[in-house]
């Protein structure tokens, strides 16, 4: 990866870096992604089958700039944690006398905050002498004396290696992934926006886990254990077509739903997620009365709000299909 990161800085200081531009939120044209490829050889062990794959090294400017933050945020706790190690004179302030526990609480706020190497500081060795009379009593010209010594270490410069910081910084934002797909089917830029949306993906198996609880299984046999697997799995479909579905009929009609967010009732969004799109209808109730003999007096349903029925038009469902609920079936 270093080797990865040391070409891709040097072909972007010539400018042969491909460039990856969409525009944001602002509509505006940014820069989202600038990198290479190259091809590398990959086998299982010497003498076994060898296929070749392509790598492909990005640099992301968003990601650059968090890592470039986060670093600074650090370097500032750093210098500050290490000022008050060695703290001016003044009442209640503690001074740092040994040496050897100076050294070790340096190096130990550094290796917390990442920054070895980036920080240098001097503390100079501040001695002060003083002479007392020896014995009890009044001193003299003629009675014996003795000299003590006091010695402490006092922060008086930090300095940032701005040479170091600036290398380290040039590799922050480098991501390499590899693919099989030739260039002619994957290209640069499609690579790129496919491993963008990698985090979609992710988001089925965290659902599987978390919303559906695919585990524990309390199974003995392999049969329960692949039938409920692939029961939830048809769950986690539902899911993720219905928030694709929704998502997509708002932005193709260019409008955004409101009151999906209990904390921010005033919040409009046109992705909205399939969890809070079901949290939109927890609120309905069908409330159903039977006579003596089993047949149904009344059967009331809760009023949809306008939000449910525009997340049920753009669903492509209508609000007939919810009313067919209070509807009583021929033959009850």
Not at 186 to 203: P, T
Not at 288 to 317: F, H, N, W, Y
Not at 320 to 329: F, G
Request: one cysteine or more; proline letters at 4%.
């Amino acid at each position: 990866m270093a080797a990865w990161m040391s070409e891709g800085i040097a072909q972007g200081r010539e400018g042969a870096l491909e460039r990856l531009f969409r525009r944001n939120h602002r509509d505006e044209e940014a820069l989202v992604a600038a990198g290479y490829e190259c091809e590398r050889s990959c086998g299982r062990e010497e003498g076994a089958a060898e296929w070749t794959e392509r790598v492909v090294v990005v640099r992301s400017p968003a990601h650059a700039e968090r890592q470039t933050a986060g670093l600074a945020k650090r370097l500032a706790t750093a210098e500050h944690k290490r000022a008050a190690l060695t703290p001016a004179r003044g009442r209640g302030k503690r001074q740092s006398t040994d040496e050897a526990q100076r050294v070790a609480a340096l190096a130990k706020v550094l290796k917390a905050q990442q920054g070895e190497g980036w920080l240098q500081g001097a503390w100079p060795q501040q001695s002060e002498r003083h002479t007392h009379d020896v014995g009890r009593g009044r001193g003299s010209a003629t009675r014996q004396k003795r000299v003590t010594e006091h010695r402490r270490y006092h922060l008086t410069t930090i300095t940032r290696q701005d040479g170091p910081i600036r290398a380290l910084t040039q590799r922050f934002g480098w991501k390499a992934f590899v693919t099989n797909a030739p260039p002619e089917r994957l290209s640069l830029r499609d690579a790129i926006l496919c491993y963008r949306h990698e985090y979609r993906i992710a988001r089925i198996f965290q659902r599987l886990k978390s919303r559906v609880h695919i585990a524990p299984l309390f199974v003995k046999l392999n049969d329960p254990s692949e039938g409920l697997t692939y029961l939830l799995t048809r769950g986690v479909r539902v899911l993720t077509v219905m928030e694709f579905a929704l998502r997509r009929s708002l932005q193709n009609d260019h409008t955004q739903l409101p009151g999906l967010h209990p904390e921010n009732k005033s919040k409009m969004t046109d992705t909205p997620t399939a969890e809070r799109i079901l949290q939109a209808f927890s609120d309905i109730s069908l409330t159903i009365i039977k006579q003596a003999t089993g047949e149904d007096i009344l059967r009331r349903l809760t009023p949809l709000s306008e939000v449910q029925e525009t997340i049920l038009q753009c669903l492509g469902l209508g609000t007939s299909l919810y009313r067919q609920l209070e509807i009583q079936a021929i033959g009850n």
